[in-house]
């Protein structure tokens, strides 16, 4: 930590400490943290059943990011078509939002448990439609370097 300090610039007072965000971003890729959610998005829509919710905390904005896209693009909201391209064919949504936005801890949550701070909940219903794949990209994954998504595992090829 204090190597990654005196690399940074001089942290103000008050601010979390300046390793924080590169130890997070160590953790990131060490567990493939990001290909190890996009997994869980898919395993819990193939496990619900029709009626099930799936209700997922997010703590940061990337994972939130790619939560929100996921449920967007199963639930048909993903807009972003292009007028002038031919319409494509639309999927019957396999959730339907429950939750409109994310649910952030109000006040007197935050009082008695400052750590839900950047807490993020979503919940959505599965419907009967099959279960799909989607594309990491579509969801917003970010591309680490060589990690390997397709393999199952948080480890690095070689």
């Not at 008050?14 to 998005?41: C, M, S, W």
């Not at 639930?75 to 649910?103: C, D, I, L, Q, W």
């Amino acid at each position: 930590a204090e190597i990654v300090a005196s690399c940074l610039p001089r942290q103000k007072p008050g601010e979390k400490h300046p390793a924080t965000r590169t130890f997070q971003a160590l953790r990131i890729a060490v567990n493939d943290e990001y290909g190890e959610l996009a997994r869980g998005l898919e395993a819990a829509e193939r496990a619900l059943s029709p009626g099930g919710l799936l209700a997922v905390v997010s703590f940061h904005s990337v994972e939130d990011r790619m939560v929100k896209r996921f449920l967007q693009l199963r639930a048909g909201k993903a807009g972003g078509g292009n007028r002038y391209a031919p319409e494509a064919e639309v999927e019957v949504p396999a959730f339907e939002m429950v939750t409109r936005k994310s649910v952030e801890a109000d006040d007197e949550e935050l009082a008695v448990n400052p750590r839900a701070r950047s807490a993020r909940l979503r919940v959505a219903r599965r419907t009967a439609a099959p279960a799909g794949r989607i594309d990491d990209s579509e969801i917003g994954m970010p591309i680490l370097a060589e990690t390997s998504r397709k393999t199952g595992g948080g480890r690095m090829r070689r």
